[in-house]
């Protein structure tokens, strides 16, 4: 697939998003890898293996994602000269399956509806629907922080990630990310129950996404300065508190966001980013999702841009993902 092919592939996975949120059940990849992932942690732990298993399931699991794209490569080939199009095609609807844009803003506006009616418990299991942490406590300035940081979180896992990856290795660096977050989604909680098993999915995650969360930081002070907001502030942030989370790669994003909306965001006994920001509301969120788009939106055209730039030069005009 031609580089520009490559960027023009991740545009229409974006507004596929935008315009259409994500695709139904029946038909969504990740849906299929994560029903294929919770049978496997069944036998799994149905049979008390440990550490062995937990890598064997991610092997297995990635192993299946690139054999049933092989396959679709293989069918698609017999199109001939048009076949690098119709890989194009595919891959620009497998990335708009990998990509959550539109599903996010989505559950962040279930959140912030139920605040406005007064309604706790319903924000707090709307909220729960998108965070890790027990919702169960938490008041206002608490639901907003989590959403906020779920939303900057999203943007590196859930966007950047899978389009960064789509942009060096295609649809399979795409679904295999796609494949590796969704299992630590599942089992890479540090829970008595998981800590074994989901110990490699979660390595793999922290490993695969270590770029990924840094890109984000950086198109998030981007986006900020491109909507008006202090992207200084966001720079500052990165820099003070990138490293106040557990996780070796969610600091980055959640600090940049941080520092962009002027907010301090806090997940008691865990960590505090930005302590001297004012305490997020209801406005902050929708700020937080328009510099998600924005933000988006910018690493697309940037692919673009460098796709365009290489393809004048004569460089990786070859350049095929399949």
Request: glycine share 12%.
């Amino acid at each position: 697939m031609p580089l520009i092919a490559v960027a023009a592939a991740a545009a229409a996975a974006l507004a596929l998003d935008l315009a259409l949120g994500e695709p139904p059940r029946r038909a969504h990849p990740t849906v299929w890898i994560g029903r294929l992932v919770a049978r496997l942690v069944v036998a799994a732990s149905s049979r008390g293996w440990g550490r062995a298993a937990g890598a064997g399931i991610v092997v297995a699991v990635c192993g299946a994602v690139l054999a049933a794209l092989a396959a679709l490569a293989a069918a698609l080939a017999a199109l001939g000269p048009w076949s690098w199009a119709a890989w194009a095609a595919a891959g620009a609807i497998l990335l708009y399956a990998a990509i959550s844009v539109r599903s996010m803003a989505r559950h962040a506006g279930a959140v912030t509806s139920r605040l406005a009616e007064g309604d706790m418990g319903g924000a707090r299991h709307s909220l729960a629907a998108v965070v890790k942490r027990d919702t169960r406590g938490l008041g206002r300035p608490g639901i907003l922080s989590a959403l906020v940081e779920t939303i900057a979180e999203n943007m590196s896992d859930g966007i950047v990630a899978p389009i960064a990856y789509f942009a060096l290795a295609g649809a399979p660096g795409a679904m295999v990310y796609r494949a590796v977050n969704t299992i630590d989604a599942m089992v890479g909680y540090r829970t008595r129950e998981f800590a074994r098993i989901g110990w490699f999915g979660a390595t793999c995650d922290d490993v695969l996404g270590y770029v990924p969360a840094r890109l984000t930081a950086c198109l998030i002070v981007a986006a900020a300065a491109v909507l008006g907001l202090d992207w200084r502030a966001s720079i500052a942030a990165v820099r003070q508190d990138h490293g106040a989370t557990a996780s070796p790669n969610s600091g980055y994003p959640m600090a940049a966001m941080a520092g962009a909306l002027g907010v301090r965001l806090e997940k008691a006994g865990h960590h505090v980013i930005w302590a001297g920001g004012a305490e997020p509301e209801v406005g902050h969120v929708a700020a937080a999702r328009r510099v998600m788009v924005a933000g988006s939106a910018i690493l697309v055209a940037a692919i673009a841009a460098a796709s365009a730039c290489l393809a004048a030069a004569g460089v990786g005009a070859g350049w095929l993902h399949a």
